[in-house]
């Protein structure tokens, strides 16, 4: 089964605008949870995190926020760039546990 | 140049045979992993190692064997390579356990079984 989900396979954005990915979990024994990016031929690399004790976490123009009682984190990008197009996976963690969802395929247009 | 490499980048075996990938990481972390990625099930984690000679089995750790006999290098053996094990198969290592804040992932082995 798995604990966590990416419902979306793909986005397109136009670039400039906002670009919300959207990640739900299923175990509330998570407490830490990160998003990691992957450009093609290439590992995944971190991104942004965010700690249970919190609901916001900004690092220039990427913005996760997570919501405890609905078990849900989203990535928000502002402004998108057409560097941004890229696959991007959420992690959610617990001790000596981490779960990768299947993965948002970006698209940012010009 | 520092970090973590994985080889090879591409390999094509046959059903039944025995395949080894190699892992590298230059940055003595204590923790490696190996997680396995596909479509629909982002990446699942095979086996990891919190040291030298010590091991644990992962979420899907069935029909691979893991050593670790030095710090830096992790290899991953596919005894008898089954078409089910046709994926993509990522390295990482860190400074802690799975649990861990921050993950670093070499490039990836692209292992398909015919």
């Given at each position: ?7 979306s ?9 906002i ?23 290439e590992?995944?690399t ?9 609901d916001?976490?900004?690092?220039g ?29 959420c ?8 779960r ?11 | ?10 390999k ?25 990625q ?31 006999s ?20 990522f ?24």
């Amino acid at each position: 089964d798995q604990q966590v989900k990416q419902n979306s396979p793909s986005l397109s954005v136009q670039e400039g605008r906002i670009s919300i990915l959207n990640c739900d979990y299923t175990n509330s024994m998570f407490d830490y949870f990160l998003w990691y990016k992957k450009y093609p031929a290439e590992g995944p690399t971190f991104l942004i995190s965010i700690s249970s004790i919190k609901d916001k976490n900004e690092d220039g123009r990427f913005t996760v926020f997570l919501n405890k009682s609905a078990k849900h984190l989203s990535l928000h990008i502002v402004p998108s760039q057409p560097g941004d197009s890229a696959v991007y996976f959420c992690a959610a963690s617990a001790t000596n546990d981490m779960r990768f969802g299947a993965g948002t395929r970006l698209t940012v247009k010009p | 140049d520092a970090g973590i490499t994985q080889s090879p980048r591409y390999k094509i075996t046959e059903t039944g045979r025995q395949v080894t990938l190699m892992c590298h990481q230059t940055w003595s972390h204590s923790y490696m992993f190996w997680y396995r990625q596909d479509l629909g099930h982002g990446l699942r984690l095979i086996y990891y190692s919190a040291a030298a000679d010590i091991t644990d089995k992962g979420e899907v750790p069935d029909g691979y064997v893991v050593s670790r006999s030095k710090t830096e290098n992790f290899p991953l053996t596919l005894e008898s390579a089954t078409r089910s094990q046709t994926s993509v198969y990522f390295c990482a290592s860190s400074r802690k356990g799975p649990g861990s804040r921050e993950q670093y992932f070499g490039p990836g082995t692209r292992l398909t079984v015919t």
